[in-house]
């Protein structure tokens, strides 16, 4: 069967049940998700914002025709990118700015980051333009592009740091945030196709059959890989995507085969070509792809296969293909597919089609399940929540290799809800997806979506891990065991790296510098180790020597002590070059730039912690009035001052009394990753404050609780008990949601 030819259509169709009819190969649905994979922005009749979570319609926006969207930093602005760029606030509902067309082609978004909050337009073939976002939209920068001369691509780093320009046989580099720019002579040929890796350290870029790898520092070529035609490459290939981690690159070849890279080495990993079976012949055909998408972590590719006109998903590490997302109902039925999207949690496929057996998808767009490979919901804007659907039964596993998906665990059924069948040893979130990670002296570590209480997956050690921590993107977890091994994942693939031997002991605290490379290690000896992950080095050793107190009639003296002592905590201020070390005898604040001793920090106060990434604010613990008791309070250290005073508290308020013995329990705050909310916890009793009016909206009681969290959305309170529980505490409804449960454990 040919595949209809479809007309492409610039203007969206407002057709209440149906969607755009459009190539998705050439113009998808424009879509846009947060970075947990929770919320959902896709033009439809207006711009719509969908939770995929609660599976409900958050907002209509009346913005139509945008041929990009994105969610920005700000909480409710969306951006839509058309002949013009424009800013809404849909809380407000207020448009917030305007970019105003400049050219007859409409702007293209070339990048966005959350981080910066800066976006890189490209006007037509005419320049590129630089904004700061903010509370006011400001313009830094306006790049020319040379009209005499043919431009072959135009890309922005994720970061906004950097653009590349592909002009005849060369590259130009600017600096976005500066003035400098650089050439990158290409002798092998044109580069048509341009692509940064996430981290922007990598400019990929294709020359006929071979993929050149660019070091973005050095501005040089770092690798060549070259294909040749017994490797299953018709013609010149395009770089299409690398991975999360940016160690991999995945090249289109005319969307008839694509090629896998590992970018580091610059070498070949695989190649996948697309045949299918024809059945009628009892022979096998090449089939090409109309409508793709490939995962964020580079090893799917989804796509609509032109013969048999299905929706398939390929393994492009072994080229293997899997089970049809939509089969029989699917194959040979005339689809017209306008929109495939992997979620970046890659558990699920956004799906616009027409055609096909399935009336409940048919001309709609619908949310599909990776594991069931079923329709679960069912997106109408004129509906406040969206239609669910039954799911099938899970499909056979085809191989080991196949995609691991979420275990749900049943019912809750009456009695404890133990997290693991022994200690609860440490307990973890991850900064930029909705992932709860705990460990136990069970030897296993169980990572849970906490808001549906669903244990995704568990990970088996050869010793419990006593310490966590994430990376700042959340892209690698790392897990430090009593036995002093570092162990280290990639939490889109949930790939393990290569483990490393401290040589510490028991390890106390991890702590990720920003970025992913450098890590910070305490354990049982007298040092500190900073370690380059990517070369397996400790490039610094700190020592921390905390105080001792010499006392006589006359009065007590407190002075560091000669020898280093032995690190419990490790805090980094996010945004600062700051670092802290706790032991149990004193404190010492470290300047990352320079790794010497900061006696007195701008912008600090005397005792502080850090609350976690994308949060520039420190804990701290005031005097109060009454000479015996203390205040817990937020620091901005911005402006040098507190934020806002919370809890006054005495010492015997952090104690709890368990069958006789006091157990301390302390006192900590957290302030969710939004900076609206703050949670306290003084010895059994927790708190929740609204940040900007300092006013206490809840208080509860939890039974020995000791580990405080939030989600990466600010929607749930993970609270960590000594009795190996972990309530999930809701802001929605300001009540406890539920307890995580392991049906498996039982006592």
Known sequence: MSRPKIIFVAVLLLVTSSIRQADASLSQIPTAFSEDGRLLLVQMEDLVLWDLETKALVAKIPLTACHQVALLKQDGWVLCVKHDVVIYDWKNQASVATVPQESRQPYRLLAYSSQTDRMVLRHGNEAVSVWQIGKKLVPLKHIPLDVKAETHSVVASADTMLLAIAQGR??????LTGTTIRDVSIKDGQPLDLLFSPDGSTLATAVGRTILFIDTVEASIRRRAALTAGDG????ITPRRFSHDSKRLVAGDGEWGYALFDSDMGKLVSVTELPNADHDHGTEVSTHLSAVDISDDAEYVVGQAEHPSALQIWDLRTGAILPDLCSNECRNMGLRVSLLKWSPTGLRI???????????????????DLQTRSPELVLDPHQPQAKVLAKRAVPPVIDSESPVKPVVPAPAEVGPAFVHARALRAVVTSPSANLLVTSGDDGLLKIWEPGQGTLLRQLALSAPASALTFSADGAILAAGTIQGEIRLWDTHSWKEYPPYASGQGQINALQFLTGNRFLVIAGKQPKVLVVDLLVRAVIRE??????TLTCNPSGCLKKRAPEGDVVETLSLLDGSPYLLTASRT??????????????????LPDVWSGLGWKRPFVATTMRARDPSAFTLAVWDTRRNTVLASLDTFTKQDTEAIEKGPTVALGASLTVDPLHRWVATRVGEHLAVWDLASHAKKK??????????HWTSDGQYLIVGTLDRKVLV????TMEPAHYLRDPSVTR
Request: glycine letters at 12%.
């Open 170 to 175: 060369a590259i130009r580099l600017h600096d």
């Open 233 to 236: 490459v018709r013609g010149p």
């Open 350 to 368: 956004v799906v616009g089609m027409q055609g096909g057996l399935n009336l409940d998808v048919d001309g709609k767009i619908s949310v599909w």
């Open 542 to 547: 700190l020592i921390h020597t905390g105080y």
């Open 586 to 603: 004193g404190r010492v604040v470290w300047d990352i730039a320079t790794w010497k001793p900061v006696e007195e920090p701008v912008g």
């Open 699 to 708: 208080t509860f009681h939890v039974h020995t609780p000791y580990h405080l």
């Open 729 to 732: 505490w809701s802001v929605a």
